[in-house]
């Protein structure tokens, strides 16, 4: 192992996390506070909770205001599985949210960021790990949650099922978000929501700005009718995007239909399922567009509530050639990738076979813990390894991989609810290279942990 932390920043985030913990130790000790032992959805008496902590009391109730500080320091050893190629660094994220509900059909919310990455030394320093000082959400709502019909416009967050293909990837610094346009229908049967959204870029040196040929339109809908103890969703994505390159050479206007359903519900025997399918059809210039994935994933809790056992299998189809003008690799859209196949996010849901078995201990003395075992093997041997946000990470290997198996990745995270505005969490993940990445590319073990500090003021949690 080679993590470097400088010593100057490293004292500062152990101070800010002593003074903190100070800090809520001592508001405990003078009201009996809340113990340490309640989980985040204990009620905790207000006169326990720090004053800066209860601004929300002394507003007007039509104005609520909530703010979160982040400060992660993570690292990798062996980043592309070459050694020696080892970095650690730290990520500071700081949001402010204010929401204004003049009346019981409309409101608005706003919400400003500022995201900044210290110390990185290798790869990129800009995007997703800098967003300097900029409005991340402003959007006004229309109609109350007990309405038939509600709209949302502005900048917002979207997120559909379990966010495998459209979501705000919040483990992200600088997460995302869309101007868009979005109607909610909603019956005691069934729920629709339609949208029209452009994705935002961050930009370093100005505003935020979405377009630049980026369109985004969809309808995702909920049903707890047909199926008993289950939600049915179908759902229907179309991406439309600008200079995206073309096989055969140059560039051309991508139009992507995505077409799925997720089917998601619990089993006798303390048993949940989750299954979800999708398709695609399209183009990009004169390169036709047919790709297809496939989720499926099994829980049980018949050990007891503390103990939760994952058995899941992930598939998605890959390219069978760079050049014959058909495109087979799936594309993932807007995901929250994070940790949905593996912690170490070198693994996304393109060009994939992906096994995972995972442990959850609910409580070891107040530490939940994760624990997941991952396997993954090329859906084409002709194609190459993609990353957790959609990237290359491995290119494809020109005449085909010897070998389509990927590698092995063993993942452990714990977490402790300091008090009800403090959040404590950490986690290691290692991979161990296989007969794939053993051709590609040097071959080496990667190694990456983390550990989090996220701390919520101005509001009770």
Known sequence: MSYRIEPARLMSVVSATALLLLSHAGAARAGQGPSTTAPPTTAVPQSTIPLPNRMNEVLPTWLRVRAEFRERVEGFDNALFASANDDTYFLSRLRVNAVVTPSRDASFQVQVQDARVGDKEVGTTGTPFTATFDVRMAFADFGATTRHVTARVGRQELAFGEQRLVGHVSWLNAARTFDAGRV????????????????????????????????????????????????????????????????????????????????AGSLPSKAEYGVEVAGQTGSIGTDAITTWAGHFQMKSAAFGPALRVTGEYNVASGDASPTDGTRGTFDQLYP??????????????????????????ARIKNWPIVTNYHSWWLADVHDGLYAAGGAVL????????????????????????????????????????????????????????????????????
């Open 184 to 263: 909610t229908i909603r019956s005691k049967k069934l729920t629709v929501d339609g949208f029209a959204a452009s994705v935002v870029r961050i930009l370093p040196d100005t505003w935020d700005k979405s377009g630049a040929g980026n369109r985004f339109y969809g309808a995702y809908a909920s049903t707890p009718a047909l199926v008993p103890r289950s939600s049915v969703e179908p759902y229907f994505f179309w991406r439309q995007d600008e200079n995206v390159k073309i096989e055969t050479g140059g560039a051309g206007t991508l139009h992507l239909a995505t077409t799925g359903v997720r089917w």
């Open 394 to 461: 491995v290119p494809r290997i020109a005449t085909g991989a010897d070998n389509g198996h990927v590698g092995q990745e063993i993942d452990l995270q714990i977490s402790r609810v300091l008090s009800p505005q403090l959040l404590l969490s950490g986690g290691y993940a290692y991979i161990m290279p296989g007969g794939f990445l053993k051709q590609a590319t040097p071959g080496a073990s990667y190694s990456a942990p983390f550990l989090m500090l996220t701390y919520v003021f101005l509001a009770e949690k």
């Open 336 to 361: 929250t990738p994070h940790d949905k196949y593996g912690l170490a996010d070198q693994v996304g849901w393109r060009n994939i076979h992906h096994m995972r078995a995972g442990l959850d201990i």
